[in-house]
């Protein structure tokens, strides 16, 4: 080969090698954009729904939380930012199927304002995941000690399957879940899901349990 | 070990290194013992009474003064090297003395001080390792974990039996004898052996209790007991030390070591206020069996109907797992 070759070759791989660091840095450094609420007459609305496939690229097929933005626009996130010493108010609306949790523990609701959430309206304080539809996630901020489970749907049912699954629609069936909690000082809070829910991956964690913007993220408290 | 080699007769009897061999081992000896006491009454005075984990249990305290007595030990030897390699870099240098003896006994060794420096070291380590040991399961017990049957146990006929479950990414506590409830909390009785039985859901979690001297790993479908005694009561931070996953990180809490009678009406309260989620719990069992199943069901400990109706993950259910 000649030098015109040899230096060809070269510029190509060196290129190529360059485009995939390009890529992978991208990659490693994406972060989902973070959803900011400011305080009506002193309290924060959190709106978010789960859904048993997001149905877009990259992941179509993972299972995800969507978070709405004060302008009623779902965003997909897992970032969301509330004042400091605020009621937060959280609405989740529960478009998957549920089963019967690894460990009934996290069956009971935890940490939020009167120990108590509402489930299509009705106050509960435990689901029995083994009967029903069983419990399809839950939403936990481990560190602040609460923790709602999320009525499953029936499997069996038209589930929605790509994001995002409008709340006021009947085609699908899904689950309104509310409860509320005092925000606490200013600082990062990790919450997420703690069902198992993961389709494909060993113990269900892998995927999109373990993906910032898909089953778990960060309460930015400012 | 090499015997000292005839001295060449074109070589110096003795080479002429300064003053005479005993000034400068008296020297060294005298600068080594004087330095290693006042490293080892620093360390005691100053450092001593804060090295970790502290003084909150019978096993932290124990691992504390372990450590204390290992750098007791080990001052004097890291002293001994220093002042022996410092007072060779001053006294022996080549602009005072000339040049290293090449070829001459001086540069053969020293079979007596290779031996001594081997045997005192090996003796040092061997008792260490042997003090080491006893320390930390006596009298309660090892904090690190025995496995199922413990070799060394309290003395205490009756501990406090605490369930430890590691799950992807939060621990919970079981109390088997308040009804088996199961929840975030972690309190302690103060003065009362206690028994974790740590455990895993999922994958390999490690539960490190920092102050209290505990850290024994939790492995799936076994049961890894670790005893410590409190003896302080305050807070404590229970740690993973095992990388498992994103949320590794945040897999932490909070502790509470309470008065015997504080721990009572805690337990007895929250076995009253859990009791409805308690009755939904498997019955408490030193292991559970997992599926590799998770969102389809998974249930533990029982392996049965209507549990598991889907093999998901690709992992073969067990029989009668639906």
Known sequence: MGKGGRLAITIVVLALAAVGIVFSVKALLYTPSTVVYTPTNGQVNVTMQTVGSYGHAPNPTWVSYLTENQQGQWVHTTLWQVPAHTRVNVTI???DSGSPLRNQQIGQVTGTLGKSATLNGATFKVINSNIGNGIGHTFSIPTLGISVPLAGNSGSANLCAVAPCSPSSTAYPHNTITFSFTSPGPGNYPWQCFVPCALGFLYGNGGPMQTVGYMGGFMKVV | MTAEAPTPA???AAAPRGEGRATHWLRLLILWVVISVAADVVWIKLVGPHVPPGRMTDMATGAAFDF?????LALPVMVGVWVYMLYAVIVWRASKVGPDPVATRFSRGSGTVEWTWIVLTTVLVL????????????PGGSGGGQGPTPIWTPTTSSPLQVQVIGQQWKWTYRYPQFGGFETNELLLPVNQTVAFNVTSLDVIHSYWAYQLGVKADANPGYNNVAFTTPIQTGYFVVRCAELCGLWHGAMFNEGRVVSAAA???WAKATERQLAENTALLPAYAPTYTPDANGAAGGYYPDNKDPYSPVEMYGAPQPAGGG
Do not use: C, D, K, M
């Not at chain 2, 008792?127 to 006596?138: D, H, I, K, M």
């Open chain 2, 263 to 265: 721990f009572e009406s």
């Open chain 2, 127 to 138: 008792f260490l390792a042997g003090f080491g040991t006893y320390e930390l399961v006596q």
């Open chain 1, 93 to 95: 609306y529960q478009f």
């Open chain 2, 10 to 12: 074109s070589e110096p």
């Open chain 2, 68 to 72: 204390n007595v290992l750098i007791v």
